[in-house]
T-cell receptor, first 116, second 113 residues
């Protein structure tokens, strides 16, 4: 069964607008962590944001925020005020267990294109 | 601070040859991960170490793959013999053992002809 599902293979957004990238996950653990990574065309994996399953507040990092809806098992990434440099692949990932192991399970990714 | 360092950045080899990929984690990080990225399978974990000890190698595809971490600042992933289906980008990542974020290296693009 797919543990991390990203249903949007590709997304377009106009520069300066906000965009939401969807991510749903499947786990029976009570403790887990959710991550978003950015992979530009140059290929490196850049950590963006983290949300723990027990965190009551939605995580935010600058223009990135994570819309965490635990009951729906969703962890959508919101990018505000899109910039041309935001064009990249975005991966949602989950770590099952809290600070145990550390193995990340990745979704298939969403390719975001920001239009000028 | 230097990030995760991987070498080589690109490797082209012929089927049957031995390939060794190298990784230096971020200083002070106790966990090290090897991932592989392909178009077909996406990003998948191959193996990870905590304090130089292999914890989970269930993602290692077959006996042709082996990984070592002789000390806290160095790890290798070896493929012997290599096959064309091993062509992929191999990432190394590291993390503080009680931390959350995994920081990735730039990756090694392996092509096996």
């Amino acid at each position: 069964a797919q543990k991390i599902t990203q249903t949007q293979p590709g997304m377009f957004v106009q520069e300066k607008e906000a965009v939401t990238l969807d991510c749903t996950y499947d786990t029976s653990d009570q403790s887990y962590g959710l991550f978003w990574y950015k992979q530009p065309s140059s290929g490196e994996m850049i950590f963006l944001i983290y949300q723990g399953s027990y965190d009551e507040q939605n995580a935010t990092e600058g223009r990135y925020s994570l819309n965490f809806q635990k009951a729906r098992k969703s962890a959508n990434l919101v990018i505000s005020a899109s910039q041309l440099g935001d064009s990249a692949m975005y991966f949602c990932a989950m770590r099952e267990g809290y600070n145990q192991g550390g193995k990340l399970i990745f979704g298939q990714g969403t390719e975001l294109s920001v239009k000028p | 601070d230097a990030g995760v360092i991987q070498s080589p950045r690109h490797e082209v080899t012929e089927m049957g040859q031995e390939v060794t990929l190298r990784c230096k984690p971020i200083s002070g990080h106790n966990s090290l991960f090897w991932y592989r990225q392909t178009m077909m399978r996406g990003l998948e974990l191959l193996i990870y170490f905590n304090n130089n000890v292999p914890i989970d190698d269930s993602g290692m595809p077959e006996d042709r793959f082996s990984a070592k971490m002789p000390n806290a600042s160095f790890s290798t992933l070896k493929i012997q013999p290599s096959e064309p289906r091993d062509s992929a980008v191999y990432f190394c990542a590291s993390r503080k053992i009680l931390g959350n974020e995994q920081y990735f290296g730039p990756g090694t693009r392996l092509t096996v002809t």
